[in-house]
């Protein structure tokens, strides 16, 4: 089984914010049946590349592809 780290990144598609805590982005994006879903992601699972990834960086940040990391993907069926 690798480890952590070794594990590639996962992008979800296109996301939109919904709402935001300190710890963690409420994103929706379309499944893979294309049905809108609202997913709970914490930011520290979000890579730098994720485009979605909170309001309090700026202007952007709302929308974009979800790139979160490869071990949060797996823990939640997200692969």
């Not at 914490?42 to 590349?49: A, E, I, N, R």
């Not at 700026?58 to 929308?63: E, H, I, L, N, S």
């Amino acid at each position: 089984m690798p480890r952590h780290e070794e594990l590639e990144d996962v992008n979800l598609g296109p996301g939109e914010l919904v709402r935001e805590t300190e710890l963690a982005v409420l994103v929706r994006i379309k499944d893979r049946k294309g049905v809108n879903k609202e997913l709970w992601i914490p930011k520290s699972q979000l890579t730098d590349d994720s485009e979605v990834y909170g309001k309090d960086n700026g202007p952007d940040g709302k929308t974009g592809d979800v790139i979160i990391t490869g071990w949060f993907a797996e823990k939640e069926g997200l692969e």
